[in-house]
């Protein structure tokens, strides 16, 4: 009995030493997590990394997530379905005792993402491979050269081999003991892909280096500012051209109604703030009875919206404008008391808070042109403005209705005196500009927050393109829209949001008092007396 006790314990002694013995890097170094130190947190992402063990970028990757637990030497990754799996073998485990994250500061943050970088650099996926070399520019580790260098010599994509680039030159101009050639080579690349990252990168390299090296990156420094500050100005005027594009969908239906009746529609906003939230209501139908149907969600609530936005304003219209005509003062204060109506049904019905209306998949994301960004869902709106403008026009160029409404707009007494029924005209024309306001509330339902205050936001920049533009003048709306939307961004990098828009007001006051009517005025012997 006692010698196979004996035995027994050295076999479980054999099977220990066995084990200990078969332990690689990756098995050492995943203790290492349960220290609850920066220093062996960070050594052992290294020793990870640098194991070459296939379970090494699960790990970092929970690390990174904060999905990566420890505890008395183990450690552990919680999946999303709140299991638990062995960070060495893999396994599924049942109870792992009393475990807690492992915590991480920018330093073990700056290690993660380098590792990550140095995992997946030589990844059968493009994406991958694209995000790691980013990674590595970002984190600049020296480590990574040699893999950088195997990364490079196999890359086939021209977009990741430039990044890979990139990310090598990063490395040797951060290494101290790099040789000046392969600096001055760095700095060449680094000149080419010319962002503010590659910016800064130059500026850090000291005045005490060798003069070539100095001069080669300060004069590489001085190129990127320039193109910087071009591309910068092309955003602005980007930014422009999308406000305008806004303003352009808020202002185009107040034009009609403004232009055919003179009537200060003060509660064109609220127009807006209906087709918001009638594509509010399209996407909850949609979420709850046809989910798959949510990316053409925008398409099924732009008529809805229209219709919607238009009967109301036809309604109004009927029930409030007709006996107020040749009255300015008195239409302005019964809309403005619209406005407060529509405002608080809308309070009553859905709550004061914002409401979330969803962006369709083909709206996410952005177009990348050089140093210029141009997301998705802004470009969408300015080829819906456009497209909106270019229907409006050939209506009212080449319908009954837009001929009328032309005739009512340059003279009313005269167009009734040939059989126009003016005050047909006049809802139609009312509910016409309310449906395009609608569908303005589609596209800002995208870039804004859908609230009852929504239309409120727009209804002075509104009035202020229609009056700039030339009342009632479409070419005008369009004109006025986009000069004020450019200028507005262009004034904010100096001026600020606030003091930018006060100069454009003073702007347009003092142009207004020069041309009472416009940039575009509309002619016409009534509209000429």
């Known amino acids: 009995m006692t010698s196979l006790r004996i035995l027994l314990r050295a076999i479980a002694l054999l099977t220990a030493m066995a084990a200990g013995a078969m332990a690689g890097p990756f098995e050492e170094a995943l203790p290492k997590f349960s220290a609850d130190s920066y220093s062996d947190t960070e050594a052992a992402i290294s020793a990870v990394a640098g194991s ?7 790990v970092v990757e929970a690390l990174r997530d904060g999905r990566l637990l420890a505890g008395a030497g183990q450690v552990y990754i919680r999946e999303a379905s709140n299991g638990m799996i062995d960070a060495a073998t893999g396994e599924i ?20 993402e380098a590792a990550l970088g140095n995992l997946t650099l030589l990844s059968s996926d493009t994406r991958t491979r694209f995000n790691a070399a980013q990674a590595v520019f970002r984190s600049r580790d020296a480590s990574a050269l040699p893999v950088l260098e195997r990364a490079i010599a196999q890359e086939s994509d021209l977009r990741v081999r430039g990044a890979l680039e990139s990310a090598r030159a990063a490395v040797i101009l951060n290494k101290p003991d790099a040789p000046a050639v392969e600096k001055k080579i760095a700095v060449e690349i680094l000149s080419r892909r010319g962002d503010q990252d590659s910016l800064a990168l130059l500026s850090n390299v000291s005045a005490s280096s060798a003069p070539d ?31 305008g594009s806004v303003l352009l969908l808020a202002a185009i239906g107040l034009a009609i109604t403004f232009g055919t009746m003179g009537v200060i529609n003060m509660a064109h906003g609220e127009m807006v703030m209906i087709g918001a939230y009638t594509t509010f209501m399209v996407q909850e139908v949609i979420r709850l009875h046809a989910p798959g149907l949510f990316d053409a969600s925008l398409f099924i609530a732009l008529p809805l919206a229209f219709l919607t936005a238009g009967a109301v304003g036809v309604l109004v219209e009927r029930c409030v404008i007709r006996f107020l005509y040749g009255r300015p ?14 405002q ?5 019905v859905f709550g004061p808070t914002n409401r979330e209306v969803g962006t369709p998949g083909w709206m996410r994301g952005a177009l990348e042109i050089g140093g210029l960004s141009l997301t998705y869902n802004r470009l969408a709106i300015v080829v819906f403005a456009f497209s909106v403008f270019a229907i409006l026009l050939l209506v009212m160029r080449y319908t009954s209705l837009g001929l009328y409404v032309r005739a009512v707009t340059q003279n009313r007494r005269m167009a009734g005196s040939m059989g126009i029924r003016t005050n047909r005209i006049d809802a139609l024309a009312f509910g016409l500009g309310s449906g395009v306001a ?16 929504l239309g409120q936001g727009y209804i002075i920049d509104s009035f202020m393109v229609v009056v700039f533009g030339g009342v009632g003048n479409l070419w005008g709306t369009l004109i006025g829209a986009m000069t004020l939307g450019v200028a507005n961004k262009m004034l904010e990098p100096y001026a600020g949001a606030v003091l930018g828009k006060i100069v454009l007001l003073i702007t347009i006051i003092i142009f207004i008092q020069r041309r009472p009517r416009g940039l575009f005025a509309l002619k016409g012997r009534a509209v000429e007396a």
């Open 438 to 453: 609608g569908i303005a509330g589609v596209a800002l339902s995208q870039i804004d927050n859908v609230s009852p205050n």
């Open 329 to 342: 003062l008195e239409t302005l204060l019964a809309t403005w008391g619209l406005s407060l109506i529509l």
């Open 344 to 348: 608080q049904a809308v309070r009553t």
């Open 93 to 112: 485990v049942g109870g792992a005792g009393n475990l807690k994250p492992v915590r991480v500061n920018n330093r073990v943050r700056r290690a993660i």
């Open 213 to 243: 090296l100095a001069k080669a990156a300060s004069d590489a420094a001085e190129g990127i500012r320039t193109r910087l500050a071009l591309w910068n100005a092309l955003q602005n005027v980007w930014y422009g051209v999308s406000l």
């Open 52 to 58: 070459g063990h296939e379970r090494a970028l699960t």
